[in-house]
């Protein structure tokens, strides 16, 4: 049902990684002016909100994802200042502002931590353990970056828990004043005026306070990305993940929700069916998202009815569904290889924005950017350093946008930037694709449009049709509207019998309907409603 629904449910929620949007002043930091310029294409894409890569200040070591001050913003951004007046011209716009809260962990620089090592006023603020008689680590846990996710501190004769990087030390979420300063920051930002929050790995807040031992997974159960990584090699039932992880996910939902028409969603890295990812909105956040979607290799049909099918047993649940992000290769890369075929960009664009849920387009996705090629000596990611040359890490997703085909950094700004800005995305820069109306670009802002338009698009359910690989195809129904969507994830050409229906005029790809056949060019997608 449409009346009432709130702003955020069948939203389209866009991505924006600050440090490589748009720079403003010129130093090759995306900042808060650079951003500004840039709300009129947002609201012309069509999006709904914003959601910030985290704004605050930060010594970097995780590039933001490591906060020392949860009350301030990284000078290279701008000012507290610039920042308001950013979020005052996006709401003129119509535009929602979200931030990006990590509040699993803080940067080793942060005020709370430096008193904690202390042993004094904020002893119990961050997770610590007395070592193991022969001075080993309290456990097996293992940290997302590898190795132990434990570090000495002798300044306590203990170890802090962080799983992450070592810089990035636990919060105590137990300690009820930890706890308390934690909402405390979600407080603030509300009343400045943000409109909601994404949470950075809301799986990870609660600890077992025994500091059990995480048990192994199955060398029979193994896969190829277990012995990739070593943390998959266990199960994180006891380092995060915790059943009662959901309690502490409706009381950051509550302190939302004392402010009217705001909205909170969270990351669930692992184990999400244990921790509270698939709650209903009244029971734990609103909404969430895990990684299956993030990390699959083949987007194929089945694979997208087994993850709906999951859903379907959480029925309360409100989906957010993304298929990329600043952690995870390019959309068209990670399905379409280095040369991605003709028209994939597309077909994943119209997937992403018809299935069931709130959207998250990451910047650059609706240009069909590829993913970035680095040299070692320009990266800056930590996990690309850990792992080169068998991974690249994530920078080759954080490159600068391409704004201007015809200009220095792409347009980007007039500084060198951060990151180097990428020649094969010339062609693709948003002044090329605003200048071709069979873009990509321009087959979004229609799509958006059109989703905009349609309650069963936005809010509708969604049911799937039994179809054989390599056709998908389910129906968005709300009240009285019933739209079908038919895509082709492959190569060849399909043929598909449909009911009567009237097209929606804007799928993509080569479609033709005569009489009930419908004809799918390679991959293609087809909208109508069903008469």
């Known amino acids: 049902m449409t009346a009432g629904a709130p702003w955020w449910r069948g939203a389209v929620i866009y991505q924006v990684y600050v440090r490589s949007f748009a720079d403003g002043n010129g130093d090759g930091q995306g900042d808060f002016s650079g951003l500004r310029c840039k709300l009129g294409y947002l609201a012309g894409l069509g999006v709904d909100a914003i959601w910030l890569s985290p704004i605050h200040p930060s010594p970097n070591r995780d590039w933001g994802y490591d906060v020392s001050d949860f009350d301030g913003v990284h000078p290279d951004y701008g000012t507290q200042e610039e920042f308001d007046l950013l979020l005052s011209e996006a709401h003129a716009l119509g535009l929602k502002v979200m931030t990006d809260e990590v509040l699993a962990h803080t940067s080793d620089e942060h005020p709370w931590f430096l008193e904690s090592l202390t042993g004094r006023d904020k002893a119990n603020w961050y997770v610590w353990a007395d070592p193991k008689p022969d001075g080993t680590a309290p456990n097996n846990w293992l940290s997302a970056f590898a ?236 996990v690309g350093d ?59 802002r229609r799509f958006l449009t059109t989703r905009k338009a349609s309650a069963a698009l936005r809010l509708g359910d969604i049911a799937f049709l039994d179809l054989p690989e390599p056709l998908l195809a389910f129906t968005r129904t709300d009240e009285n509207e019933r739209v079908l969507c038919v895509f082709n994830m492959s190569g060849d050409e399909q043929t598909f019998a449909i009911a009567d229906a009237a097209t929606l005029g804007v799928g993509c790809g080569a479609t033709s309907l005569s009489g009930r056949t419908l004809q799918l060019g390679p991959y293609a997608a087809w909208f109508g409603t069903l008469l």
Not at 188 to 208: I, K, P, Q, S, T
Not at 246 to 267: A, S, Y
Not at 352 to 373: C, D, I, K, N, V
């Open 147 to 382: 190795g132990p996710a434990w570090s000495y501190q002798p300044a306590r004769q203990k170890y802090y828990h962080h799983k992450f990087l070592r810089q990035q030390p636990k919060l105590n979420w137990r300690e009820p004043a930890a706890r308390a300063a934690v909402l405390a920051v979600l407080e603030r930002w509300l009343l400045r005026g943000v409109d909601g929050f994404r949470l950075d790995v809301a799986n990870a807040y609660l600890h077992d306070p025994a500091l059990t031992g995480n048990p192994p997974v199955p060398l029979e159960a193994r896969t190829l990305s277990s012995w990739a990584h070593p943390p998959n090699m266990q199960f994180h039932y006891y380092d995060s993940n915790l059943p009662e992880n959901i309690e502490v996910l409706d009381e950051v939902r509550r302190t939302v929700e004392r402010h009217p028409d705001r909205f909170v969603m969270g990351e669930f890295s692992e184990e999400a069916e244990r921790c509270g990812c698939y709650a209903a909105p009244d029971e734990g956040l609103h909404s969430g998202y895990s990684f299956p979607l993030l990390e699959a290799r083949a987007l194929g049909a089945l694979f997208i009815r087994e993850h709906y099918a999951m859903l379907a047993r959480h029925p309360r649940h409100w989906p957010s569904i993304a298929f990329s992000n600043h952690d995870v290769m390019r959309t068209v890369s990670r399905f379409g290889g280095e040369m991605p075929p003709a028209g994939l960009d597309k077909l994943l664009l119209a997937l992403l924005l018809s299935l069931r849920g709130t959207a998250l387009l990451y910047q650059g996705e609706e240009l069909g950017l590829t993913q970035a090629q680095i040299p070692r000596a320009q990266q800056k990611d930590p």
């Open 386 to 444: 850990l792992y080169y040359p068998y991974v690249y890490g994530r920078d080759g997703c954080r490159t600068p946008m391409p704004w201007d085909g015809e200009a220095d950094n792409l347009g980007f700004g007039t500084g060198t930037p951060w990151l180097p800005a990428q020649q094969a995305h010339r062609k693709l820069a948003v002044s090329a694709q605003l200048a071709d109306p069979g873009s990509a670009l321009n087959f979004a």
